[in-house]
């Protein structure tokens, strides 16, 4: 279930008792929250699958039309099966990605696009949950990590840089409030649990030999 900015604030505002943003602004909660958003990747992500890919018998490098995170390319690959009507989406084993500076390509064996001419190739990825813009808009991530970050972050950034009244009591209590958020973010952990593997040039360090008698793909 989505929460809004707004929600947020009003529970911060309660936590600080700053219900007209004395302490901290409208605009630092707002600040608050979007660094919460930005810390929850990778723990906490959004599952998307782009197909825009149609395998070629005589091609074996492919760019999709998705752009996943660069620290983690793309987590794994699909087909369409021979009749959508009686078969899930086989997965497929054997496919690699590279990466060509920013851009993930998709690296699939002769066998596979020979055997699967013609189909559609879905790619899972883990997506980052959007920043917002304004306190009205929706945010999916749980409303408990969403307010133990951002009020961990507001006590932080007054500790390091306000310097007109004791902030010593932000000090004391940054380390049991940082424990908090990252036990929150843990318990709502969502997201592919790995990335596919990554091929490097013919010969280089890291290839993985594809030996005649391993599956090509797998029903699930």
Do not use: C
Not at 117 to 131: I, P
């Amino acid at each position: 279930m989505s929460v809004t900015g707004t929600q947020v604030i009003t529970r911060l505002q309660e936590f600080y008792d700053d219900s007209t943003d004395g302490t901290f602004s409208a605009v630092k909660k707002l600040q608050a929250i979007n660094a919460a958003i930005d810390e929850a990747f990778p723990h906490i992500a959004d599952v998307k699958v782009d197909s825009s890919i149609t395998l070629a018998s005589t091609t074996f490098e492919y760019t999709p039309t998705a752009t996943p995170e660069i620290e983690q390319g793309f987590a794994g690959a699909y087909v369409t099966p021979f009749s959508t009507t009686d078969e899930p989406k086989i997965r497929l084993t054997q496919v690699r990605q590279r990466l060509s500076t920013t851009t993930w390509t998709i690296v699939v064996p002769r066998r596979i696009t020979e055997e699967w001419n013609g189909k559609t190739l879905h790619v899972e990825y883990n997506s980052r949950v959007a920043r917002i813009t304004a306190a009205g808009d929706s945010i999916e991530l749980p409303m408990d990590y969403l307010f133990a970050y951002a009020s961990w972050w507001l006590s932080f950034s007054t500790y390091l840089t306000d310097a007109n009244f004791d902030v010593d009591v932000y000090g004391k209590v940054l380390t049991p409030m940082e424990k908090i958020w990252r036990e929150r973010r843990a318990a709502g952990h969502r997201g592919l649990p790995s990335g596919m593997p990554i091929v490097y040039q013919h010969g280089g360090a890291g290839v993985i030999p594809e030996p005649n008698n391993q599956v090509d793909s797998i029903r699930v």
